[in-house]
């Protein structure tokens, strides 16, 4: 038997796989999965958005090969997001780089920033991108503890002090996916000061900037004095604009680095569907009220999912920000960890979640909950998890529909 390829090898298996394929043969059996495992918006894509792409769509000329670092007008209205949304002002030419999604984005910077060795701080639990798009790069990550955003930062120094080589790239990631975290400005002005003082490059991931539910909005890292000397941001509109499928991402803010993305993505593709660019321009410089609403839904899914399960006994920390909830295993079952109590919880309830353990080693004793149900299902779900914790699961699939009392 020939063995894997190296890249194969480096990779560990998904540890989601396990549950995908539990969640699909019992939806094969006709079983109900009530899914939050995944991050995929469920609500339909702004109308404006959608009549631009088709009108576009039409033009005989749509076809043709688009522009690897994104349309000038694209390029120009993610400048104008940045300047309005945190007083940023960036060269449309030379700061900001319209990419496939923040995932490929991330990706290929990974492929212009690493050579092989590289050693690149990364924060644990984090989305697996965040590592293993360097780690196909042929870089070594060094993991450090993120259960809080204090702890990743006191945990630096010392990450940089026991690395060899040296790292050479330092990876922020908030609203945080997945343990739902924001911050506020100050902890970027650490994070470039830390930067400068170890002379780190910072990829900052900010996908889920809109979606929040406090008074203050998150930051860019690039608001803060001489960030763009070492960092650039990456961003998306698949959140924002429930655009996932779409795969309209940014990368913007220090030039050098935006270049050599530029470079290689001059080798790897021609851009986006130019109909999806030129769509992509009418949500950032449209009406912005459907951002409101859109995140007046994932709100509202929030309540209801914090108070649903309270009164089924399960205490979820409400997330101040991002799509999901970061929620500790409930008590009675700690000793099965992550991964066993997800499987438990589709076999016996019919609910998906997303194991910690699936987002690194410090995710376990966590289940990852997306906010992608309707308030219907939330209760629905409920229902279910308090049987389960109460031992009697099976029989919840069969109750009629109450209330959580």
């Not at 994104?70 to 030419?93: C, E, H, K, S, T």
């Not at 002379?199 to 979606?211: F, P």
Request: contains cysteine; proline residues 8%.
């Amino acid at each position: 038997m020939q063995p894997d390829f190296h890249k194969i090898r480096r990779l560990p298996p998904y540890v989601f796989e396990e549950v995908n394929k539990l969640k699909a043969r019992l939806r094969a059996q006709g079983v109900d999965i009530i899914d939050f495992g995944m991050g995929n918006p469920d609500m339909p894509t702004p109308a404006h958005i959608v009549e631009k792409l088709v009108e576009t769509a039409r033009d005989p000329k749509s076809g043709r090969y688009s522009a690897s670092k994104g349309i000038p007008g694209l390029r120009r209205a993610m400048a104008g997001y940045y300047a309005r949304r945190f007083g940023v002002r960036l060269d449309p030419d030379t700061e900001v780089i319209a990419t496939m999604g923040s995932k490929e984005g991330f990706a290929n910077l990974a492929q212009a920033l690493t050579a092989p060795g590289d050693t690149v701080i990364c924060p644990n639990p984090a989305y697996p991108i965040h590592a293993y798009g360097f780690i196909m790069a042929g870089g070594v990550i060094r993991h450090v503890p993120a259960l809080s955003p204090e702890q990743y930062l006191s945990g630096i120094d010392r990450a940089v002090k026991h690395s060899a080589p040296a790292p050479s790239v330092m990876i922020v990631s908030y609203p945080s996916n997945p343990t739902a975290q924001s911050v506020e400005l100050d902890f970027y002005k650490e994070v470039v000061w830390l930067a400068k003082k170890h002379e780190l490059l910072v990829l900052s991931d900010v996908a889920y900037s809109e979606i929040y539910f406090e008074d203050n909005p998150p930051p860019s890292i690039l608001q803060v004095d001489g960030a763009r000397d070492l960092a650039v941001e990456i961003n998306s509109l698949s959140k924002t604009f429930a655009m996932a499928g779409w795969r309209m991402g940014m990368v913007v803010g220090n030039a050098r680095m935006c270049s050599a993305l530029a470079r290689v993505k001059s080798y790897l593709d021609y851009g986006a569907f130019t109909p999806i660019q030129v769509a992509a321009i009418a949500a950032l410089n449209g009406p912005q009220d459907c951002v409101a609403d859109i995140r007046a839904i994932y709100k509202s899914r929030r309540d209801c999912l914090i108070k649903s399960m309270a009164q089924a006994g399960w205490d979820i920390p409400a997330p101040p920000a991002s799509m999901f909830a970061w929620a500790p295993l409930p008590p009675k079952f700690h000793n099965l960890g992550s991964m066993e109590f997800a499987k438990r919880l589709i076999e016996e309830a019919g609910v998906a979640v997303a194991p910690g353990l699936g987002f690194g080693e410090y995710g376990e004793g966590y289940v990852r909950i997306g906010l992608v149900e309707n308030e219907h299902r939330i209760r629905q779900a409920a229902r279910a998890v308090k049987k389960f914790l109460g031992g009697t699961a099976d029989a919840a699939r069969q109750e009629p529909e109450i209330e959580v009392s």
